[in-house]
Structures are given as structure tokens and as C-alpha cells.
T-cell receptor, first 112, second 112 residues
Framework: NAGVTQTPKFQVLKTGQSMTLQCAQD?????MYWYRQDPGMGLRLIYYSASEGTTDKGEVPNGYNVSRLNKREFSLRLESAAPSQTSVYFC???????????FGPGTRLTVL | EDKVVQSPLSLVVHEGDTVTLNCSYE??????LLWYKQEKKAPTFLFMLTSSGIEKKSGRLSSILDKKELFSILNITATQTGDSAIYLC????????????FGQGTTLQVKP
């Protein structure tokens, strides 16, 4: 039982490049989330998926898109990376929206 | 605008000391408040406090919620070097979306 897994662990991009961050959970959770963490700012919600087939914007969605591929997988795409998107990205999941969220190990992204 | 504020932002203590971390919040609705511990990677869940559960304890860690004054505290007694981490407070303002609002975090360093 791996919990929440994320790939890649580290990534360096040049401005304007695109990439997709992958997240998968094996806990049969319905809800999944993407956060970013910047120094001194805690975690901020980018997008979430309350259940399979639904997605919605969080606090900081600009510059990102998401896909809830199936119940297990929730991906985050940067279409044209910018230096302001340099951050650590965490994926999380919960049984349902009202339940405790469990986090993956994070992806450290640097945009040059 | 909903917000969560933690204090202090950083704290250095010695092993055996007792520490109190603070979390105040202003949200239009309130369902629950959560505490997470973040060491090198993913935040790990500590406590959830709700209207029906305003005090929680686990070993040397305890937390209370004051819904009237809109704050929570996390107490750690007899601190150990393994308690060194970032402690995150989050509020769930809705209960049906999972859109947590996080504070900035408190960085605790416990010296031998």
C-alpha cells in the first residue's frame, strides 16, 4: 500500500516549456487535490477533484490545467512554464471531501 | 477573505521544553481545523478538531479549539529532536469541497 505517489521527484524546466506532474493513490479515495508550497506561504490549493469526473479551481489555478484520468490518477499540467511557477507541488487525496487529506512526497519544480 | 494565521513563524527550543503553537482563523463558514506535521517531505496528519471534538491528545501532543475566539493551539510537551519540523494549521470552511486554507506554518527546531 504505497498511499499517494508523485512523479517526477525533481524537474527543471526552461520558461515556456510544458510538462505534466503525475499523481496516483491506491487508497480508493474519491477526492484528490493539487497544492503548491512556497517559502513563508504554507500550502495553496491549485485545483481539486471532489470525485471522479469532476474538477474545480482552487485558490491559485492560473497557468495550470488538471485531468482526473480515473479514480486513482490526477495529473497537473503546466502548458507554458513561468519562473513564478517554481515551487514544491504536493498531491493529496481523501476518502471524500469532508475527510482527512493524505499527502504525496512532493515534486520540486524549478523554472529557469 | 478567508485566512489562517500561525504564530510564531519560527521557534527554537531545547529538548525537554514545552512549546505552544498558535493558529487563528477568519472564515465565513467553519467545519473543522486540522494540524499537520511536515518534516522533509509530505505533511502528515496530526489532529482534526470540530465543533463536536474541540480537544485532542496523542502522547506528548495535544490541541484545543476555541470556536468563540477563533483559534487553536498545539502543545508539545517534553520536546525531542524528532519534533523538529514545520507545523501546519489548516481550516476547512465548507465541509463538502475539501478546499483547505493553510496558514504559513511554524518552523520548530529542537536542539539537543
Amino acid at each position: 500500500n504505497a498511499g499517494v505517489t508523485q512523479t517526477p521527484k525533481f524537474q527543471v524546466l526552461k520558461t515556456g516549456q510544458s510538462m505534466t506532474l503525475q499523481c496516483a493513490q491506491d487508497m480508493n479515495h474519491n477526492s484528490m487535490y493539487w497544492y503548491r508550497q512556497d517559502p513563508g506561504m504554507g500550502l495553496r490549493l491549485i485545483y481539486y477533484s471532489a470525485s471522479e469526473g469532476t474538477t474545480d479551481k482552487g485558490e491559485v489555478p492560473n497557468g495550470y490545467n488538471v485531468s482526473r484520468l480515473n479514480k486513482r490518477e490526477f495529473s497537473l499540467r503546466l502548458e507554458s512554464a513561468a519562473p513564478s511557477q517554481t515551487s514544491v507541488y504536493f498531491c493529496a487525496s481523501s476518502e471524500n471531501a469532508a475527510y482527512t487529506q493524505y499527502f504525496g512526497p512532493g515534486t520540486r519544480l524549478t523554472v529557469l | 477573505e478567508d485566512k489562517v494565521v500561525q504564530s510564531p513563524l519560527s521557534l527554537v527550543v531545547h529538548e525537554g521544553d514545552t512549546v505552544t503553537l498558535n493558529c487563528s482563523y477568519e472564515v465565513t463558514n467553519f467545519r473543522s481545523l486540522l494540524w499537520y506535521k511536515q518534516e522533509k517531505k509530505a505533511p502528515t496528519f496530526l489532529f482534526m478538531l470540530t465543533s463536536s471534538g474541540i480537544e485532542k491528545k496523542s502522547g506528548r501532543l495535544s490541541s484545543i479549539l476555541d470556536k468563540k475566539e477563533l483559534f487553536s493551539i498545539l502543545n508539545i510537551t517534553a520536546t525531542q529532536t524528532g519534533d523538529s519540523a514545520i507545523y501546519l494549521c489548516a481550516v476547512d470552511p465548507s465541509g463538502n469541497t475539501g478546499k483547505l486554507i493553510f496558514g504559513q506554518g511554524t518552523t520548530l527546531q529542537v536542539k539537543p
